[in-house]
Each structure stands twice: as C-alpha cells, then as structure tokens.
C-alpha cells in the first residue's frame, strides 16, 4: 500500500547540485522503525546505495558519497529529499526513493525511478 514517487529535474549541469525529492503515500516517514532510503542506478551499472534517513531524522550516507550528500525530511508532506553537490557526468544515473523494512527484508517498497542527466 505504500507509494513513493521521485520528482526533481532531469538534468543538471556539472557542479551543481542534483536535488530531489520522494513523496510517500500509504505510510507516514515518521513510524517508528521505517527508514527511507535513497539508491540510484548508472547506466550499464549495478544498483548503488546512496544513504537513508531514518523515522528519527537520523541519516546515514554511503562513504564514497558523504561529503557530497545531504538527505532531509519534510513531515508535514510526508516526503524526504536528496542533495548531491558538485555533480560530474559519473552521477548520471536512474535515481530511485525507497522504503527499508530492516535487514531481513531489506526495501519492500520502490518508486518508479527518475532519470537524472549531468551535462553541459
């Protein structure tokens, strides 16, 4: 019953800053013990976790990404956000929004994924 959907621009020049945001429906990004996950897919490339934030608001990034990510949560629309800073041609990828179920089961809810184009 959960829905999430990705929303944001489909290109971004390089050195800038990708943002996006997921929205939820179905479920409130608050409950206790859900966690939302952002996870993006270069083309020819295997599925790349980028971090999440949790139903405290506490975020966890990917090491390789850290310092270029920032995730966020807006309660009130019940939609979280990603930033990526300082975006090269090699962010270029199929960005996706997800809900984490916990290590057993991992993400058991996925958005469509939105296409994201760094060039000039």
């Known amino acids: 019953q959960v829905q999430l959907q990705e929303s944001g621009p489909g290109l971004v020049k390089p050195s800038l800053t990708l943002s996006l945001i997921c929205t939820v429906s179905?479920?409130?990004?608050?409950?206790?013990?859900?966690?939302w996950t952002w996870i993006r897919q270069p083309p020819g490339k295997g599925l790349e976790w980028i971090g999440r934030?949790?139903?405290?608001?506490?975020?966890y990034y990917s090491p390789s990404l850290k310092s270029r990510t920032s995730i966020s949560r807006d309660t009130s629309n019940n939609q979280f956000s990603l930033q990526l800073s300082s975006v090269t041609p090699e962010d270029t990828a199929v960005y996706y929004c997800a809900k984490y179920n916990g290590p057993e089961t991992e993400h058991d809810y996925w958005g469509q994924g939105t296409q994201v184009t760094v060039s000039s």
């Open positions: 179905g479920g409130s990004i608050t409950t206790n013990d859900y966690y």
């Open positions: 934030i949790a139903y405290t608001g506490e975020t």
